[in-house]
T-cell receptor, first 114, second 112 residues
Framework: GDSVTQMEGPVTLSEEAFLTINCTYTATGYPSLFWYVQYPGEGLQLLLK?????DKGSNKGFEATYRKETTSFHLEKGSVQVSDSAVYFC?????????????FGKGITLSVRP | NAGVTQTPKFRILKIGQSMTLQCAQDMNHNYMYWYRQDPGMGLKLIYYSVGAGITDKGEVPNGYNVSRSTTEDFPLRLELAAPSQTSVYFC???????????FGPGTRLTVL
């Protein structure tokens, strides 16, 4: 079945450091790929997405590129801020239409210190 | 627009008690979902609905029931609470032709 694997956490970085969070997937066909972010005490928010190979999703300084050849969708940011401290989830949706569902990775906690 | 709302925010239950977690949306989305989030485990789909009157099981449906009588509301029912149901529960919605989901703020449930 479909699955998403995220790198083990937690991750602690200093402000202005470079961030990479790895995500790889297994799915049939050509899934859509997502990064969701969960700030403390809140629900998940869509951060960015990509729907086909070589697409790059971007938002709030974060970027991720859909790599079909390596089945990956790694999240990157050039300079993190304290306000980026949150839990990040990689997810995929392999079926279109009414029965479309999200499959999530386990999530990774990012802490950014001043 | 309130988006997706969930009540209550927190609840403590005793083993064997029952309760209903409420989810409401004003986005006119056809599709609605219930997830549970356990530490280090990501989100698991409990039930989902593709429209009023239509529901289906997700990955972890045991111990839960749902109904969908209107487009706006999608309550989740726990009949006999067990400690294994201690979790954070999220409701989400999705619009027709879209693949991203929109999440509510969650309900933290503890069963003692």
């Amino acid at each position: 079945g479909d699955s998403v694997t995220q790198m083990e956490g937690p991750v602690t970085l200093s402000e202005e450091a470079f961030l990479t969070i790895n995500c790889t997937y297994t799915a049939t066909g050509y899934p859509s790929l997502f990064w969701y972010v969960q700030y403390p005490g809140e629900g998940l928010q869509l951060l960015l997405k990509a729907t086909k190979a070589d697409d790059k999703g971007s938002n709030k300084g974060f970027e991720a590129t859909y790599r079909k050849e390596t089945t990956s969708f790694h999240l990157e940011k050039g300079s993190v801020q304290v306000s980026d401290s949150a839990v990040y989830f990689c997810a995929l949706s392999a079926i279109t239409g009414a029965n479309s569902k999200l499959t999530f990775g386990k999530g990774i906690t990012l802490s950014v210190r001043p | 627009n309130a988006g997706v709302t969930q009540t209550p925010k927190f609840r403590i239950l005793k083993i064997g008690q029952s309760m209903t977690l409420q989810c409401a949306q004003d986005m006119n989305h056809n599709y609605m979902y219930w997830y549970r989030q356990d530490p280090g485990m990501g989100l698991k789909l409990i039930y989902y609905s593709v429209g009023a009157g239509i529901t289906d099981k997700g990955e972890v449906p045991n111990g839960y029931n749902v109904s969908r009588s209107t487009t706006e509301d999608f309550p989740l029912r726990l009949e006999l609470a067990a400690p294994s149901q201690t979790s954070v529960y999220f409701c989400a919605t999705r619009g027709v032709g879209r693949d991203e989901q929109f999440f509510g703020p969650g309900t933290r449930l503890t069963v003692l």
